[in-house]
């Protein structure tokens, strides 16, 4: 693993994408709805936050595919291996951009610090750490 200096770094499974963060907000959700679990094939996806202008596609743009879902969130892979890359909501008012931390190569400092879209998780799926859970979005019911 690469050392935590910034700016961090991160990649697609086969390279051909790269981009860097400069500077990571302080949310960090672990995301147990449906469409991110099948955008990652796992049983939540985790994602970091970084205002645009922090975050910049260094190679391979040109690889990036957008998927428009019917809600209007869109979200970014790599069109050769198929990696989640982003997240931007439909009603992106806050200029963030959200990227799956398992794409970073840098350590980070940050840890995640909520399980969103709760309500959303598979019966199979157990939450075993004591972070705050939201039915749904943070706006939404507190679960614990």
Request: include cysteine; hydrophobic fraction near 30%; proline fraction near 4%.
């Amino acid at each position: 693993m690469a050392n935590s200096k910034k700016p961090y770094k991160g990649s697609c499974l086969c390279n051909s994408i790269t981009f860097e963060v400069n500077a990571i907000e302080e949310n960090m959700g672990r995301c147990h709805c449906t469409m991110c679990r099948k955008f990652h094939g796992a049983e939540f996806a985790t994602y970091g936050e970084a205002k645009k202008g922090n975050f910049n596609w260094v190679t391979g743009e040109e690889f990036l595919s957008n998927y428009l879902a019917p809600n209007g969130t869109n979200r970014q892979f790599c069109k050769k291996c198929g990696s989640s890359l982003t997240f931007s909501p439909s009603a992106n008012v806050d200029g963030l951009i959200e990227f799956s931390l398992g794409a970073l190569d840098s350590e980070i400092e940050q840890h995640p610090d909520a399980h969103l879209f709760v309500e959303s998780k598979p019966n199979w799926s157990t939450i075993q750490d004591d972070l705050p859970q939201y039915s749904a979005s943070r706006s939404s019911e507190k679960i614990t």
